[in-house]
């Protein structure tokens, strides 16, 4: 008998974000399961098509400058998510959901103790603990402790959390003291992304910087409150060498504003902001440089792994991690020798990159890809998370 699965999201389409690749990627393997009945609950999106094993929820459109305005959306999409869940879902059901919108989780909770189904929950960051590093409440604050219990209590009542790095493993057994939660990284097929020499890059053709002679750092992906920009460009103001390498910045966020204020004071012409690029277009942002810079800001041990360390490695390119040391990405450096890594401390930060300007030539280390491909294969990984389910 097919086990019956209803996979809840906001995304569910590569195009969208990474969030959208990697569930469309699992739910694809779903559906050619024979003992898997999957029916999608996600955001309408008019980009795309309707899927006949699929009901949607109108929302709107997020706006992520405004945190006000962001909440109105997130509760708007939550009580859609929960009226179809209410009409669809039966006791003998699994329901698996990431872990936003976040007002998901509550309602994932009290359906569940009147229907009863089985919940599985994939964790791609930490709630209410992500707030502390992203500045909008401090630890101390009452209303935090109220909902870290709350959200405690809740992450507590899955069948299987599913999370995608030891340290995160780590801190949501601490949430749940429970031995229900297995690591799964996040699923990359290495031939959907491109692998490019510098000179043939788009972007850099584009800024003139293709044929450079100088070190390209380049950072791509989300640019919010909690990747640590700040400290990036203040440690480049500290090195010996900065003028032997460039920095480009690509990618869309809470902090743009701030980080063009930030470029546009420094006055340098080796750092800029290029803007946004699709995820159509993924491969060149990838490949936008020689070496990646992959962060995350204080305070963020265990809340997130950067999808984009599994990319990056796709594109073939090394990694120069700027986060805490006992992250999962330095432990992957490390185990498979395939960049650079230091604290979030500015001087660290610059001496190392001086270092790896002084010495790149003569770093031997592996091809990321060759990694990628070898330990963190997509069917191994996607094949674990379907194991979860039929469990």
């Excluded at 879902?89 to 998901?104: N, S, Y």
């Excluded at 959390?161 to 990359?188: A, E, H």
């Excluded at 040391?325 to 001086?354: C, F, P």
Aim: proline share 2%; glycine share 6%; hydrophobic share 40%.
């Amino acid at each position: 008998m097919q086990k019956k699965v209803f996979l809840i999201s906001e995304y569910y389409r590569a195009e969208q974000n990474t969030t959208g690749y990697l569930l469309e990627k699992l739910c694809s393997a779903l559906e050619n399961d024979s003992e898997i009945d999957l029916t999608l609950l996600v955001k309408e999106d008019l980009s795309f098509s309707k899927q006949q094993n699929a009901f949607y929820v109108k929302a709107g459109e997020k706006n992520k400058s405004s945190l006000l305005k962001r909440l109105i959306y997130e509760l708007r999409l939550s009580f859609g998510f929960l009226r179809q869940s209410w009409k669809y879902i039966q006791k003998d059901h699994i329901v698996f959901t990431g872990t936003t919108p976040i007002f998901l989780l509550p309602i994932v909770v009290i359906l569940k103790k009147i229907i009863g189904f089985q919940w599985i929950l994939l964790v791609h960051d930490v709630f209410p603990e992500n707030l502390v590093p992203a500045q909008i409440v401090k630890p101390n604050n009452i209303w935090y402790k109220i909902l870290k219990q709350i959200f405690d209590y809740i992450y507590g009542q899955a069948e299987k959390v599913i999370v995608i790095g030891k340290d995160m493993q780590d801190l949501v057994y601490s949430k749940t003291k429970k031995n229900n939660i297995d690591i799964v990284q996040n699923w990359i097929d290495a031939s959907d992304i491109a692998i490019q020499e510098k000179s043939n890059n788009s972007i850099l053709q584009e800024i003139g910087w293709a044929n450079s002679q100088e070190i390209i750092f380049y950072y791509f992906g989300n640019i919010g409150r909690m990747q640590g920009i700040d400290i990036i460009l203040n440690a480049i103001t500290k090195m010996k060498y900065s003028s032997q390498a460039k920095f480009i910045f690509i990618g869309t966020g809470a902090y743009i504003k701030n980080l063009q204020d930030k470029i546009k004071y420094m006055n340098n012409p080796n750092i800029i902001y290029y803007g946004y690029v699709s995820q159509a277009n993924r491969s060149d942002g990838l490949n936008a440089g020689d070496i990646a810079l992959v962060t995350l800001t204080d305070g963020m041990l265990g809340l997130g792994v950067p999808s984009k360390s599994y990319f990056t490695m796709a594109a073939n390119k090394p990694i120069f991690a700027i986060m805490d040391n006992n992250s999962e990405i330095i432990d992957m450096i490390k185990q498979h020798n395939i960049g650079w890594y230091a604290d979030n401390n500015e001087e660290n930060i610059a001496q190392k990159l001086d270092l790896i300007i002084e010495k790149f030539n003569e770093y031997q280390l592996n091809s990321p890809r060759e990694i990628l491909e070898k330990f963190y294969s997509e069917k191994e990984l996607i094949g674990k998370v379907i194991n979860i389910i039929k469990k």
